[in-house]
């Protein structure tokens, strides 16, 4: 069976790091996109960033721009969300799903999805 599980989420100050891990089971990276979202309370859940089967053209949303980068390791079967200079704002629920393209990362899209884990930012 197709299954995703989440880790690596937790508390940190402003200004801090976290790497999220999206590990998979029963399929291979490489026949899937991986998207990451993120909800926080009362907000919908917006697509954060993708990563494709081919690995062409990583989506990352404006708010996430040049502090956030996905990475695959295929011997793992794991995509990797590595978050660098955290705001107060990028506190959320972040899941990871499987999808067929990164060319619109929208929920809707996405059909397997992990249980998410919380990504906290307060000083």
């Known amino acids: 069976q197709m299954q995703l599980v989440e880790s690596g989420g937790g508390l940190v100050q402003p200004g801090g790091s976290l790497r999220l891990s999206c590990a998979a089971s029963?399929?291979?990276?490489?026949?899937?996109?991986i998207g990451w979202f993120r909800q926080a309370p009362g907000k919908e859940r917006e697509g954060v960033s993708c990563i494709s089967s081919s690995a062409d053209s990583p989506y990352y949303t404006d708010s996430v721009k040049g502090r956030f980068t996905i990475s695959r390791d295929f011997a793992k079967n794991t995509v990797y969300l590595q978050m660098n200079s955290l705001k107060p704002e990028d506190t959320a629920v972040y899941y990871c799903?499987?999808?067929?393209?990164?060319?619109?990362?929208?929920?809707?899209?996405?059909?397997?999805w992990g249980q998410g884990t919380q990504v906290t930012v307060s000083s």
């Open positions: 029963g399929f291979t990276l490489n026949t899937y996109a």
């Open positions: 799903a499987t999808g067929y393209q990164c060319s619109v990362v929208a929920a809707p899209l996405f059909r397997s």
